[in-house]
């Protein structure tokens, strides 16, 4: 062989066993559900069982007989999202906080794909099961998107709507998209994210979504990253495509007819204020709070601040309903 081809043959090997080196850095296996439960669950931790191979997680908190309000959190969150509002809600009110299929300690069968009516229905088997005849729904993200079509298909069971920093509205990506979600674009994208520990990525847009970074602790993202390595989470994560879940418009919230209260953080540079507004205007009665040098979280970079505006506007609106 000669030097030219030895020299081709060692970069070759260089560079294979350097990927090998990559991915085994990067590759990051399941956590085992047991593991991660006993870790992350709480005395308030319960599960119900819906149809479909669903065995979905949810915290309970607060007195079971003060009015209800139901907390759903946001893409490759948790029932964990909740936790700031959870003190001060609980003061009056009992506070069902819900992982979805995907994610914190709810397991879904291998194949599960998200959806707008695959999270309404849960929302509705857990309401169902719990025996919620009424109750007041809030969400972010994801979770708000999932919120406002729970309401555009079953108002009647709801006593109040509350969305924060929600998804929904078509627009344009931010010209700052976070890596991940970047790399979500692409079917290689999606396999890759589906089989290493995500830690890094969930760090950098975690801190891009917020106004300061310093709430994003490196315990919060841990968090993340160990509840996105349960058993099949990541699969589901990279299953969400865009046709699949609902996209607001005028005339759809125009058939909301429960109270509701819209948050948004103005420095939110995923879903802008302009989405906010929007919902606002587009459902009767809304009222919009916005808060500055806040960015995607509200719950998480103002806890008390926005909880205790939700607390308010609970107290108002279901005085006005209370027979």
Do not use: C
């Not at 998804?167 to 970047?182: N, Q």
């Not at 801190?207 to 993340?224: E, G, L, N, S």
């Not at 040098?293 to 506007?313: C, K, M, T």
């Amino acid at each position: 062989m000669t030097t030219a081809g030895r020299i081709g043959v060692g970069l070759v090997v260089g560079l294979v066993l350097g990927l090998a080196g990559a991915w085994s850095w990067l590759r990051g296996p399941d956590i085992p559900y047991e593991e991660l439960e006993a870790r992350y669950a709480g005395p308030d931790s319960a599960y119900v069982d819906l149809p479909g191979g669903l065995h979905v997680h949810y915290r309970a908190s607060g007195k079971p007989g003060n009015p209800t309000i139901v907390l759903l959190h946001g893409y490759g969150d948790s029932f964990t999202s909740w936790d700031g509002w959870t003190p001060v809600l609980t003061r009056d009110y009992r506070v069902i906080s819900i992982d979805l299929p995907g994610h914190g300690l709810t397991r879904a069968p291998e194949g599960y794909v998200l959806s707008s009516d695959g999270h309404v229905a849960v929302v509705e088997g857990v309401a169902g099961k719990l025996g919620l005849a009424q109750f007041a729904l809030a969400g972010n993200s994801m979770g708000g998107g999932v919120a406002w079509n729970y309401a555009v298909h079953h108002g009647e069971r709801l006593s109040a709507l509350v969305l924060v920093d929600a998804a929904g509205w078509p627009s344009a990506p931010p010209k700052d998209l976070p890596l991940a979600f970047k790399i979500l674009q692409y079917r290689l994208g999606r396999w890759f994210l589906a089989h290493i520990d995500n830690r890094p990525l969930i760090d950098a847009g975690l801190k891009q979504d917020v106004y300061d970074p310093a709430v994003i602790t490196a315990a919060f993202i841990d968090r993340w990253a160990e509840f996105q390595r349960a058993p099949g989470h990541r699969p589901i994560l990279m299953s969400a495509n865009p046709a699949s879940f609902a996209t607001a418009s005028p005339e759809v919230l125009g058939t909301i007819h429960v109270p509701t209260l819209v948050l948004h953080g103005r420095n939110d540079t995923l879903i802008p204020l302009a989405s906010g507004e929007r919902f606002a205007a587009s459902i009767p009665g809304a009222k919009l709070l916005t808060y500055d040098h806040v960015g995607h979280l509200p719950q998480v970079e103002i806890p008390e601040r926005s909880a205790g505006d939700v607390a308010a506007f609970l107290a108002a609106v279901l005085s006005t309903r209370s027979p």
